[in-house]
């Protein structure tokens, strides 16, 4: 949330924009919508220089729930920080998720103001805000109060106008400064009506409408839009969406004058001033997934509704969704282009929609720019309820998303989960698009998420090319009759999966509550739909045709290491194009902001690990451009701006233990790749493991020193390793500082696979780690536990290093944990001292043919302790699964390795040799106690060294952060965290010259410390 990426869009567009005085005044960037900026210093050829100049932290944010976890009802969600900023007369706006407003200065990103409408956030279920409004007094002069007003409207139902100088109220609007947006809508739960999308603003009206929760009662106050004077705050005219001639059914209270659970205006609003007409983007009618109490009061639902800005009339409406009973309401801005016919410039509008349909339409009249067919859709609906015999589909441009969940298609990790999907998608309803809800349940795809969301798509004017971002994602609707509705959520549910990942909605006021997943997921939390679970599609508007599509995103910040590979991710927002031709966007579920070009896709700059001369092997849909199951960079990437060089530390081919697939497709595997910053073009790598099937990957940052040889000083770099090797290279050239030899290592891989005769091993550093399990130096706290220890190591392959997985099963020693992980060493450069953290575990690796891979792992495994440690991987597309522990323990569940299990070891650069190696930690915290007496403990972390002498770690399954002489490793003080440090520590300087040493104390599951979220700061006391 924190990232504020948008911002650095327009941040950097404000350098160009300054000379053309092109503002970013609305929340589209136009009134519109369209997302278009005719900034162009930034393009294809220079937007790979863009720079982070600064970030801005309101601190308006909470965890909570995600869709991806279990759902409770009524529980708080994670806040959503959804807002784009505006850009006026030089200042920046935005608000936050506790709808605080901002003023920054957008070359520093220095606070002007803030203005706090001080909301209530307990016992709200939704927090967010998607921006604010602006409007210029021409009756005032620049030195008047309130000559530039920012109107934004909050979640308790506030609407505001801001003096845009300096933050204050505008105490000629409402009642000094505010008008209540609950007016007019009867009794009702706060919680149930809210405003968060900006108002719309044409003229000297302001327009809003207001959002509605979704499924709670058919009671829920009116979705009327209403327009306010916007000097004074005097309602001008209100729309009140009941079907033409009908009166409102007001309550006996007297204090309602609008109708209630009519369609509600929760997205954005667009205005056209030239036609003086409002165009509303209407929600559902309560309830979204029943409709039989309606009556026709949804005749405006799901639609778009042009009105006159003057009175409110309705000029003319489109319907996207005939009684929609999917909660398939229009969801983002209507957006503005024009369209030439015949030699005429006809005014159009594009209505992204969560079916993933676009419906283009004249804006003056409503009609459409191609034609709508009318297309039978499934039917059958609940008791008491129906379904219209079509839909309106748009003839062009073709969906974005797929419409139909084919159970051959699924997807899983699993054959398991792969089969739990198949078999809901057979036993639900589930006949495409339009499914009705059902009390068996129906799949509903796309679902209610979209298809498309709010960020609406972006128009780039002048080429006349639309950009969109969709998800393919589907999920599942249950109707459950009012008699059961008390009943668990676990009771009603068909199994605990649809239990986790749904929510019982009540619906008040009908005959049905339902169950309602937002996603349709296998039992490991994965969607059932095929990837890519995300797109960007490109439209052409002068044709209606899709120009290109692609995936956007990839999996990674989304499922957990390994299984970061998937492109396309789920997305919401939206994207910004430029005039350069240029579109941005951030949105996916991964943590980027990427640059495409707008008129073919391409990402501006990217690297596909294939060997040199080799094309990507691209799938038959097409849509895949780069090659699956290549090398990936999960780790931390190294950039020089002097020598303009990007390092990467690169992850191994898949599958990780069988590589008589890839045909040379590892050639940059477990390497050190560098590569040109401008263009992406390798300069030069270096790999540390040939032909890796050990999972061995390049685990930790580049690390740059300075090393001097006959007088000249050669820019270095250190690589640490899972091996527990250090490789010092020339960070120019990728030539070793130290030579490297060539060494020859166990040979005889599975069938079908082969082992390369030597491997690379530095000559310095000595290893940091032992790479040997010697059946009699074997560990145990027991005879009992040491001698099943001896045996196993005995009876497994066991070689060394480099020992090849195998059917009987191999030792892996050191681990694919480490050696060395993913913290690092640290550099002092004072002293050229490298200091790294090591771990001294053994695993073990067992290949088992594929036609055995469907049995469980117990029956599959040696013995129980090797089951009760392992996991099952299933490698698909490989002939084998494996049986990987990442422990080989003894039954007492203690490393079968001699402690220390941990050291912390100090190198001089200068000689390559080791200084001093002591163990790190102790097995308090991790063993019971009297077993607290090990020193050198399992760790995951890194070190950092001071110019004062100092070496601080925490990074050991023992709850200490320790520091460390660093050029004798004589431990000078530890301190105590409420669970273990797993991450490397940082240290500053206040403006005081007070130095603080900050550690983030959040446990980790693969050494068995609990989870946390201490970030803890230390310091000098004062004297």
């Known amino acids: 949330m924190l990232r504020i990426l948008f911002i650095l869009i327009f941040i950097i567009s404000y350098q160009s924009l300054n000379a053309k005085n092109d503002d ?90 803030v203005f706090d409408p001080k909301v209530e956030i307990e016992q709200k279920a939704l927090l967010h805000c998607r921006g604010v409004g602006s409007w210029i007094d021409i009756n005032k002069s620049e030195n008047e109060e309130c000559y530039h007003r920012i109107i934004t409207g909050t979640i308790d139902a506030e609407l505001f106008a801001i003096d845009g100088k300096t933050g204050k109220l505008c105490a000629d609007f409402g009642d000094y400064g505010r008008v209540n947006l609950r007016d007019g809508l009867g009794q009702h739960n706060p919680a149930y009506y809210y405003s968060v999308s900006p108002p719309a603003i044409i003229g000297d009206v302001v327009v809003v409408g207001g959002g509605i929760a979704d499924n709670v009662s058919t009671s829920v106050p009116g979705g009327v839009v209403r327009a306010y004077n916007i000097r004074t705050g005097d309602l001008i005219w209100y729309w009140d969406p009941i079907p033409p001639g009908q009166e409102p059914i007001i309550d006996e209270d007297g204090q309602q004058l609008y109708q209630r659970g009519t369609t509600n205006v929760w997205s954005i609003i667009s205005t056209d001033p030239e036609l003086n007409l409002v165009y509303l983007p209407t929600g559902n009618t309560a309830a979204d997934n029943y409709g039989g109490h309606r009556n026709g009061s949804d005749y405006y639902s799901s639609s778009v509704v042009a009105l006159d800005a003057s009175t409110g009339e309705v000029v003319w409406h489109f319907q996207t969704v005939y009684h929609d009973i999917w909660d398939y309401d229009v969801p983002s801005q209507p957006t503005f282009y024009d369209y030439e016919k015949d030699g005429k410039v006809i005014k159009a509008l594009a209505q992204t929609t969560k079916m993933g349909f676009i419906f283009l339409l004249n804006r003056e009249t409503g009609e459409p720019i191609f034609p709508i067919e009318e297309r039978e859709v499934p039917q059958g609906a609940v008791e008491g309820d129906y379904v219209t015999k079509t839909q309106p589909f748009p003839s062009k441009p073709a969906p974005l998303t797929p419409t139909y969940l084919d159970p051959e298609e699924v997807f899983g990790f699993t054959p398991w989960d792969k089969g739990y999907c198949k078999k809901a998608a057979e036993d639900l309803r589930n006949e495409g698009l339009y499914t009705p809800p059902s009390l068996e349940g129906s799949v509903h795809y796309p679902s209610a998420i979209g298809g498309a969301n709010w960020g609406g798509p972006a128009v780039d004017a002048s080429r006349n090319i639309l950009i969109a971002n969709t998800m393919n994602l589907s999920s599942t609707i249950v109707m459950v009759p009012r008699k059961d509705c008390d009943k668990a959520l676990k009771e009603l549910a068909r199994d605990s999966v649809q239990s986790r990942f749904s929510a019982l909605q009540q619906n008040e006021g009908t ?161 050190v790749v560098a590569l040109d910053a401008s263009t992406g073009e390798v300069v030069w790598h270096f790999q540390t493991v040939y032909h890796d099937i050990w999972d061995y990957d390049v685990p930790s940052q580049p690390t740059f020193y300075d090393y001097e040889k006959d007088g000249k000083v050669i820019k270095a770099l250190a690589q640490t390793t899972k091996m527990g090797f250090i490789f010092l290279l020339n960070r120019e050239t990728g030539e070793p500082i130290f030579p490297i030899e060539e060494r020859e290592v166990p040979q005889g891989a599975v069938e079908g696979d082969y082992v390369t005769k030597t491997q690379p091993f530095p000559s310095k550093p000595a290893p940091l780690t032992p790479t040997y399990l010697d ?249």
Not at 524 to 553: E, F, S, Y
């Open 511 to 671: 005959p049905y509550c339902t169950i309602r997943a937002y996603g349709f997921m296998s039992p490991l939390g994965v969607p059932c739909t095929k990837p890519p679970w995300g797109n960007l599609t490109a439209i052409d508007l002068n044709t209606g045709d899709h120009l290109w599509q692609i995936p956007l995103g990839t999996s990674k910040d989304l499922a957990p290491f390994p299984f970061w590979w998937i492109k396309g991710a789920p997305n919401i927002g939206g994207p910004t194009v430029t005039a350069s031709g240029l579109t941005f966007i951030a949105a996916t579920s991964d943590y980027y902001l990427r640059a495409f070009k707008t008129e073919t896709g391409d990402l501006i700059w990217y690297w596909d690990p294939i060997p040199p001369g080799q094309e990507p092997i691209i799938d038959e849909d097409g849509q895949q451009l780069y090659q699956r199951g290549t090398t990936n960079v999960w780790s931390i990437i190294s950039t020089d701006p002097e020598l303009n060089l990007v390092y990467l530390p690169t992850g191994n081919t898949a599958a990780d233990n069988y590589g008589g697939h890839r045909n040379g497709s590892d050639y940059y595997s477990s390497s």
């Open 24 to 113: 970013w005044s609305s929340y589209g960037k136009d009134s519109g919508g369209g997302h278009y900026s005719e900034a162009d210093e930034i393009t294809p050829e220079n937007v790979k220089n863009l720079k982070k100049i600064w970030t801005h932290r309101s601190g308006d944010f909470h965890a909570g729930l995600n869709w991806t976890e279990d759902v409770t009802p009524n529980s708080s969600q994670q806040t959503s920080f959804q807002a784009t900023p505006i850009l006026v007369n030089d200042t920046l706006f935005y608000c936050t998720p506790y709808n605080r407003v901002f003023a920054l200065d957008p070359e520093t990103g220095e606070e002007k103001w």
């Open 775 to 1023: 059946p009699e130096e074997v560990f145990g706290f027991t005879p009992w536990d040491k001698g099943y220890c001896k045996k196993a190591a005995e009876d497994l392959r066991n070689e060394g290093l480099y020992t090849p997985p195998s059917l009987e099963g191999s030792v892996h020693y050191p681990s694919a944990i480490g050696g060395a992980n993913w913290g690092g060493p640290a550099v002092d450069a004072s002293r050229n001292i490298l200091i790294a953290n090591t771990m001294n575990l053994s695993s073990t690796i067992v290949m088992v043919p594929r036609k055995d891979c469907d049995k469980a792992l117990k029956e599959l495994a040696r013995d129980s302790v090797q089951s009760r440690f392992s996991a099952l991987q299933q490698n698909e597309g490989t002939p084998y699964c494996t049986i990987r522990a990442y422990g080989f323990m003894s039954p007492l569940g203690v490393p079968c390795t001699k402690p220390p299990w941990g050291n912390l070891t100090a190198i001089d650069l200068n000689t390559g040799d080791h200084l001093w190696q002591i163990p790190l930690g102790t097995s308090k915290d991790l063993a019971p106690f009297p077993f607290w007496w090990i020193k050198g403990a399992p760790n995951i972390g890194g070190p950092t060294v001071t110019a004062s002498g100092l070496t601080f770690i925490a990074a050991t399954s023992d709850y200490y952060l320790r520091a460390f002489k660093t050029e004798t490793g004589e431990e000078l003080a530890k301190f105590r965290l409420p669970t273990a440090g797993h991450a490397t520590p940082m240290t500053y300087t206040n403006k005081n010259g007070k130095q603080f040493v900050v550690i983030a104390a959040g446990g980790h599951w693969a050494v068995g410390s609990p989870a946390s979220d201490h970030l803890i700061a230390f310091t000098l006391e004062d004297r």
